[in-house]
């Protein structure tokens, strides 16, 4: 019998074991779905730092085994303002001994490739490794993702982690983009060598989703927060962060349904999940554009009511001014949501105009206004472009689809590298 695949994931957080967030769920479904596919996967990260149910353990796969490497940060570390320190000093120090766990099973012979997230794998990069290495970005926000400039304070803070990301990407054998939309932006801050970028996009659990919540889950969120079902729901969900762009958000609502207008003659509500430090601006720009009646802030909310309203929402709504590939974006469109979304990140990739949404240049709150005018005046159309979300996530988006890609990239960088037994270490790039 031959043996299995095996894959050593190196990454500095990990859904359930360290929270909830985009990396942190992207690196747990990785995990699970390549396990399923009768990968042996080893998993370096932190120690858990959040207590979690047995039954809900995601990697009780007897193919899954965690190796705890110690994060060591500074006191008061994660609080509001010590993101970049923490960032660009205690995360590197772990990458590096992350990534010499990981280098040492390849010099052991005991996993075939090595698959980093950002500079959690930095310690694998210097100098040539026994097996291929891959490189996942995730958002680049240290460089400023999308953004075309960054704030002085910021690009400053982050110069380290930027060094450590690179040196990364000089030694990986591949580099992923999660969306073909966003290669330029990896092309532009990590200057890849030709064929080193291949797109697989982050990717949704259609069976989690449809476990979480139904219609029947979504007519009763409404009813607990007296919302009729006649009633049009805008959806936004997020961090209340100023990069959301939800401000911009409320004075283009507050355009759309101006007295004597479509949306002003039916009854709706904007609907925002989500918590952070922005939530004062935004709840002003709500009152200086009159539509605070129609507004509920539900703050930060479980995964069973998150999606419970993405089932009671009409459209979702994510008028950002920059992105990575948006996991929230998916979930709405798992959920057969049509979307109204900004031309920032992997959102191109995700909705089409015409299709399942509107798309708008970000930063333009008459676009976004013109956009909800023109999605309530064919409001008919709301439940076909929502079944077209769920068909592209379908196709396009679903785990299944991705991990088959994922394996396939792995075999054939093992492949390459037998072929090459020094690896691609002599098709490195020039130091940067």
Known sequence: MPQPLRVAVVSRAVMPLHGVGGLERSVRDLVRHLADRGVVVTLIVPPATVAYRAPLDPFASPRITIRPVRYVTFPFANRSGTTILDRSTAYLFYGWR?????????????????????????????????????????????????????????????????????????????IIATDHALEPMVARHLRPRPDQVVTIPNGIDLLEVSSLAGPTEGSLIRQRHGISPGELVLLSVGRLEHNKGLDLLASAVGRAARPGSLLSAIGWRWVIVGAGPF???????????????????????VDSDLHAWYEAASIYVHPTRYEGSSLVTLEAMAHRRPVIATRAGGLPDKVRPGVNGWLVEPDSPDLLAAALEEMTAQSARLPQMGAESRRIVEQEFAWPVLVQRQIALYEELIELHARTPSGAADQRAPRL
């Open 98 to 174: 992350a990534g010499r766990l990981a280098r040492q099973l390849a010099a052991t012979g005991q996993v075939d490739i090595v698959h980093g997230f950002g500079a959690s794998v930095l310690g694998a990069a210097g100098g040539s490794l026994a097996v291929p290495l891959v490189l996942n970005p995730q958002g680049l926000e240290e460089f400023g993702a999308t953004a075309l400039r960054q704030t002085p304070g910021k690009r400053a803070g982050y110069a380290p982690l930027r060094w450590a990301v690179r040196r990364v990407a000089r030694a990986a054998d591949r």
């Open 279 to 301: 939530r004062s601006s935004i709840e002003s720009a709500v009152r200086e554009n009159n539509i605070d009646r129609h507004t509920l802030f539900t703050g930060r909310s």
